[in-house]
């Protein structure tokens, strides 16, 4: 319950659509059993002649519903048949009518709830997955994220109003049922209900199962969705290593098992309703029986009108029961999608903004990092780094792959927070700062180009949506990436596709140092931004950052040291420490691990 009630105030405000709702089902209900009790009345005026209902009514007391109405009916009709066929077959008509107008409005409110529910929680959901920090999503698949936002959610969205109209409509039509069956015969309607409760025993019986598979099926459809956004990425390196065939395996292996489960959970959803079907129509039939005797034997104080809309109610109750059981069925695998939907609600981020944190106007002297260690689970990755980076400077991190540059590139936009130590700018600790401004002051280009699939223009001005067409030119033209750009199918209107797979990977370099000249931050941090490129398109590219670092703080890794030569202080770091520090010739001078490694590369030049 607590689970449902969570996913329940996602529905707020729920008395906007539940009020209208209430009234609307009322009202509906009423119309729809008034229908039923009409059947006596029509049967009475075109077969059997006219009753003594007020007798009737005397009978059976005050609850007698349907006697009071064919005492009401007779008082205005007479004997006069015709008249009072058409009487109630207006009746009829309007019935109908009231009935179904109530119900549809009843439905779009539901439905309108339904949306609204949808829209708060997916809202949600994606709002936390943006806030959650860089490294949870190093430890999740993606498929699984996806899964929940997209899939989980929908799933929730009808458990929700399902439930509510559990809880309140079939009931309700039911106590109506119910309450036209006594008033008819409360003797024969106490011995038919036993129906309910016998059916509810075997269908809670037959549900009991469904939300531990609907868990398991929801996780592997995760799955499914997680080898599906593998296959598409990866598609080009599936194809090199023909790799195809194991691709389809490992897919449709999760497939069969997802459909496996599906194909259980649907038997025992679809076997609630017949089972509860079977009993009902076991009693209808009893009913039938023992009814239609005492009536042709005139034994007992039913009458035939009487008994005609005593079979047609009760063969409603039916309906509500088997709507009941449905329902039932569904909301456990709502409820199992809901708790996977909490769970990454309730996630929380690593990185908060502190409540009294500041926001850093400007960058205007330095960035220091102040023995700032790091850890990925238990391993140690940086150790005690200790480097200060002066407005204005360039600052190159250099060494062996795997020594943590990458790690200690992402601690400076505050991707992580180290484990010990301090980072500070501008004398601000890192902490006592919004995280939003500290990552205003940097443009970051990574090694890994990534594009939206959108045209080129709205790549290149991400960082600055309102940019106008001049400013986006003048960015394009410092990145070396105008005159490429003019030679593309449409221009800068030029659609990049998916990750921008239309462009070669010096142009999607381009476009990515575009976009950080836009945004024009004191601070850039470029991450192996040629490493990936051939000879031609990496000077292109080395050209567009020199001109993107020129007046600015850069905090480099470099995968040519032919690059960062120029740099004013080079840090060489090894097995997550700083080993050696300076401008390139002090360390060509020192005969350390950086003149190795210089020789190294132009050995194999």
């Not at 105030?9 to 009202?27: G, H």
């Not at 519903?65 to 309007?94: M, P, Q, S, T, W």
């Not at 809901?338 to 205007?364: C, H, Q, S, Y």
Request: proline content about 3%.
């Amino acid at each position: 319950m607590k689970t449902y009630f969570r996913l329940l105030s996602f529905a707020r405000p729920i008395e906007k659509f539940a009020i209208p709702y209430v009234i609307t089902t009322l009202f509906a209900i009423f119309f729809n059993t008034f229908l039923f009790t009409l059947l006596g009345p029509l049967m009475q005026a075109l077969f059997l002649g006219k009753c003594d209902p007020t007798k009737a009514a005397e009978q059976k007391g005050s609850w007698d519903l349907l006697g009071r109405f064919n005492e009401y009916i007779n008082g205005i009709i007479a004997d006069d048949k015709i008249l009072a066929l058409k009487v109630i077959c207006i009746i009829i008509v309007g019935t109908v009518f009231l009935a179904n107008f109530f119900r549809y409005f009843s439905q779009r409110f539901m439905e309108d709830l339904r949306v609204h529910t949808l829209l708060n929680i997916r809202k949600t959901v994606f709002n936390n997955v943006m806030n959650l920090h860089v490294g949870y999503f190093n430890n999740e698949r993606k498929g699984d994220i996806i899964s929940k936002v997209a899939s989980d959610v929908q799933v929730v969205q009808f458990t929700v109003t399902n439930t509510l109209q559990v809880v309140f409509k079939e009931p309700l039509q039911l106590l109506f049922f119910i309450g036209v069956l006594i008033s008819i015969s409360a003797k024969l309607t106490l011995f038919s209900l036993l129906v309910i409760p016998v059916s509810g025993f075997i269908i809670s019986k037959i549900v009991k199962r469904l939300k531990q598979q609907a868990t398991q099926s929801h996780e592997s459809f995760a799955k499914m969705i997680g080898f599906l956004d593998e296959s598409l990425s990866g598609i080009k390196i599936i194809k090199a290593f023909n790799s195809t065939e194991r691709a389809k395996e490992r897919f449709d292996s999760e497939n069969k098992f997802y459909s496996f489960l599906n194909r259980k959970m649907a038997r025992r959803q679809q076997l609630a309703s017949p089972v509860s079907q079977t009993l009902g129509v076991l009693v209808v039939v009893f009913i039938l029986l023992y009814g239609g005797t005492l009536i042709l034997s005139g034994k007992g104080d039913l009458e035939a009108a009487e008994f005609v809309v005593y079979l047609a109610t009760f063969s409603q109750v039916l309906q509500p029961v088997k709507a009941l059981a449905d329902s039932f069925s569904g909301i456990h695998s709502g409820i199992a999608a809901g708790e996977r939907v909490l769970d990454l609600i309730d996630t929380e981020p690593a990185l908060k903004n502190k409540i009294d944190a500041e926001v850093l106007p400007d960058f205007n002297n330095s960035l220091i990092l102040k023995d700032v260690s790091f850890y990925y689970g238990e391993k140690q990755v940086l150790k005690n780094i200790n480097i200060d980076i002066e407005k204005g400077k360039t600052v190159a991190l250099v060494g062996p792959s795997g020594g943590g540059k990458s790690t200690l590139m992402d601690l400076i936009p505050r991707f992580h927070d180290p484990k010990s130590g301090t980072l500070k700018i501008d004398g601000h600790d890192y902490k006592d700062l919004t995280v939003e401004s500290i990552r205003s002051q940097m443009g970051i280009v990574n090694q890994e180009s990534f594009l939206f699939n959108d045209s080129i223009f709205n790549n290149i001005a991400f960082a600055k949506p309102d940019a106008t067409e001049e400013e986006v030119i003048a960015a394009a033209k410092i990145a070396n990436a105008h005159d490429f750009i003019l030679n593309t199918e449409n221009g800068y209107q030029t659609n990049v596709g998916d990750r921008g797979n239309k462009l070669s990977g010096g142009q999607k370099q381009r476009v990515c140092i575009a976009r950080a000249v836009l945004a024009n931050p004191p601070i850039m941090l470029l991450d192996e931004a040629t490493s990936a490129l051939d000879t031609e398109s990496e000077k292109l590219v080395q050209e567009a950052l020199n001109n993107l670092m020129k007046n600015r703080t850069s905090i480099v890794i470099a995968h040519r040291l032919s690059t960062i030569q120029h740099a004013d202080k080079i840090v060489v770091i090894d097995k997550g420490e700083v080993v050696e520090s300076g401008s390139h010739n002090e360390l060509m001078n020192k005969n350390g691990l950086y003149r190795r490694l210089i020789d190294m590369q132009a050995f194999n030049d």
